[in-house]
């Protein structure tokens, strides 16, 4: 299990779990999952054109991924957020299946990009995807403080001098960036479900914004090493377990929270 | 004058069975989709339209495992995927977002699961594609029955609940002190939205699903407040866009480009045109809806 190619899994694996332990934290408090959704589903198109036009795929994820993030924060900020971000997907989504039909070989790349292909990853992917998470992590570090500001108090944000339409794009773009290092391993729906599930059980667990972050980041490692673990064992898709346990931890939180608002003794009692 | 026109529209269009039949399916669908999607925008719900799209990749594979029709387990995935945001909580505005996504994330989880093993035991791989994109081209016509049928029982839903429906859409608070019982209705409309998202992605597939429900819609509350004038405007909207689509689709066989003649895919020009069609009604009233 550990051992040849599935070192490279367990590698990559880790990397885009930190990542987006640490990204989703800041997109489950600013209730963005729809956000966190549409930009890796959207970059799909990206993919799909990078393989018609026989370039690197990572650089069709990531000028897709950033078109969008752009696109959301554009016409976000004249309309409501969730009809902006579920038009500026299907528009992409819309070129992806224009470009999968340019595309002449019928085999289309569509499951390992939706599901990943974890454990398929090559040992010429882990560079770019390592430098890709230490700019992620760079700019959410020089962006915490403004950023959970402007999240949690957006008033005293604006009052403080943050422009808020600026850290919205910047936001954006750090999940894009997220986006565009992980698809290609773990896929648009994997890494979804790390960027939800985590960190949302973190947030039932621990108040103070540093220690659910940590605790973000360390539910989201359990979930993709177990789920790893699972599918070499079991034979099974990775997509399915990542799914599944964020969906589990998830819930084990807000049981865990609810236990506790009850009180141990009135939980035994009752 | 009719060379012109032949240049717009290539010979045989009209003449063409399933062209004919898309046409048919599409109008069904623009109109049952226009008016679930106003209600969807009013009350912030286009996540909940969409994920419901995505999960019917889940039932279409687990309709294909067990080898029944497509749209039982479209309907049966879209029913417990509505009851599920339901139960963790879709009516508060904060979390509502979470609860969405936390059921997307587990059952795009399970369509892994179900599509890998699809996958192993068929060999086919076009099932991927098909279940994620559907085909306007390529449906029989037998599917046009029960394709009516949802789209009547999800229309007759949001008949039955109109007024409730709208006001608490509107001002939750206002419904809440009339007596209007919230969240019943809330739960009649998610599964009016889950019947015609159910069909909308057996008929066109889950990106124009979503298009469909939420663009005109969208664009139609942008031009006008009033609830039938938009409801209106939003129909007028999808079928135009779904007509000429269908027609641009038709013609782009007999194009140039690419070399090899397949045709460009009719969900891109839809979704292109609803997306257009969205921009410039944008362009029209500067106020904010925030």
């Known amino acids: 299990m550990f051992s040849g190619f599935m070192v490279n899994a367990w590698l990559v694996a880790s990397i885009a779990a930190v990542v987006a332990g640490l990204i989703g934290f800041f997109v489950v408090l600013r209730g963005a999952a729809?956000?966190?959704?549409?930009?890796?589903?959207?970059s799909f198109a990206g993919a799909a054109g990078a393989g018609l036009l026989g370039i690197n795929v990572l650089l069709g994820l990531g000028a897709f991924s950033l078109l969008g993030a752009l696109g959301i924060g554009v016409l976000g900020r004249r309309d409501r957020l969730d009809v902006a971000t579920a038009l500026t997907l299907v528009a992409m989504l819309g070129l992806g299946a224009l470009f999968v039909s340019f595309t002449a070989e019928s085999a289309s790349p569509a499951y390992s990009l939706l599901f990943g292909e974890v454990l398929g990853v090559a040992n010429n992917q882990l560079l770019p995807t390592a430098l890709l998470a230490l700019a992620a992590i760079g700019a959410l570090?020089?962006?915490?403080r403004p950023l959970?500001?402007?999240?949690?108090?957006?008033?005293?944000?604006?009052?403080?001098?943050?422009?808020?339409?600026?850290?919205?794009?910047c936001f954006l773009a750090c999940v894009a960036l997220a986006t565009t290092l992980s698809v290609p391993v773990v896929g648009t729906t994997l890494i979804f479900s790390l960027m939800i599930g985590a960190p949302a059980a973190a947030r039932s667990l621990a108040k103070r914004p540093a220690s659910a972050l940590a605790l973000s980041v360390a539910i989201a490692l359990a979930t993709v090493w177990l789920s790893i673990a699972l599918a070499y064992d079991m034979n099974l898709p990775v997509g399915f377990f990542v799914g599944v346990l964020s969906a589990v931890a998830y819930a084990l939180g807000r049981g865990w929270a609810a236990w506790r608002r009850r009180g141990p003794a009135s939980a035994a009692a009752g | 004058m009719s060379s012109a026109l032949r240049a717009i529209i290539e010979p045989g269009f009209f003449a063409s069975s399933p062209v004919q039949l898309a046409l048919e399916v599409a109008t069904a669908v623009a109109l049952v989709a226009s008016v679930?999607?106003?209600?969807?925008?009013i009350r912030g719900q286009a996540f909940a339209g969409h994920s419901l799209a995505d999960l019917n990749a889940t039932g279409g594979a687990a309709a294909f495992l067990v080898g029944v029709g497509a749209l039982w387990g479209f309907i049966a995935i879209s029913i417990s995927a509505a009851g599920a945001m339901q139960a963790v909580g879709i009516e508060r505005r904060r979390g509502r977002d979470l609860a969405t996504g936390i059921v997307l994330g587990a059952g795009l989880g399970l369509a892994a699961l179900l599509l890998y093993l699809v996958s192993t035991t068929s060999h086919d791989s076009g099932a991927t594609n098909l279940v994620l994109f559907g085909s306007m081209f390529a449906f029989s016509s037998s599917t046009i029955v029960p394709v009516v049928a949802l789209g009547l029982v999800a229309l007759a839903i949001v008949a039955v609940v109109y007024r409730p429906l709208l006001l608490s859409s509107v001002s939750p608070e206002l419904a809440a002190a009339r007596g209007v019982p919230i969240r019943l209705v809330g739960t009649l409309y998610l599964?009016?939205?889950?019947?015609a998202v159910a069909l909308s992605c057996l008929a066109i597939g889950a990106i124009l699903s979503t298009a469909l429900l939420i663009g005109p819609p969208a664009a139609a509350l942008r031009l006008t407040r009033r609830p039938w004038l938009a409801i209106a405007a939003a129909c007028a909207i999808a079928?135009?866009?779904?007509?000429?689509?269908v027609l641009l689709a038709?013609?782009?066989?007999?194009?140039?480009?690419?070399?090899h003649q397949d045709g460009w895919p009719v969900s891109f020009f839809i979704v292109t045109l609803v997306?257009?069609?969205?921009?410039?009604?944008?362009?029209?009233?500067?106020?904010?809806?925030?």
Do not use: K, M, Q
């Open chain 1, 141 to 144: 570090a020089v962006l915490y």
């Open chain 2, 36 to 41: 679930i999607g106003v209600f969807t925008v």
């Open chain 1, 148 to 169: 959970l500001l402007s999240t949690v108090l957006a008033e005293v944000g604006a009052a403080r001098g943050i422009p808020s339409a600026r850290i919205d794009l």
């Open chain 2, 250 to 259: 038709y013609d782009s066989y007999y194009w140039d480009w690419p070399p």
């Open chain 2, 239 to 245: 079928l135009t866009s779904c007509w000429v689509g």
């Open chain 2, 275 to 290: 997306f257009l069609a969205y921009l410039a009604a944008r362009t029209r009233s500067p106020r904010s809806r925030r």
């Open chain 1, 34 to 42: 729809f956000v966190a959704h549409a930009v890796p589903n959207g």
């Open chain 2, 191 to 195: 599964l009016a939205l889950a019947a």
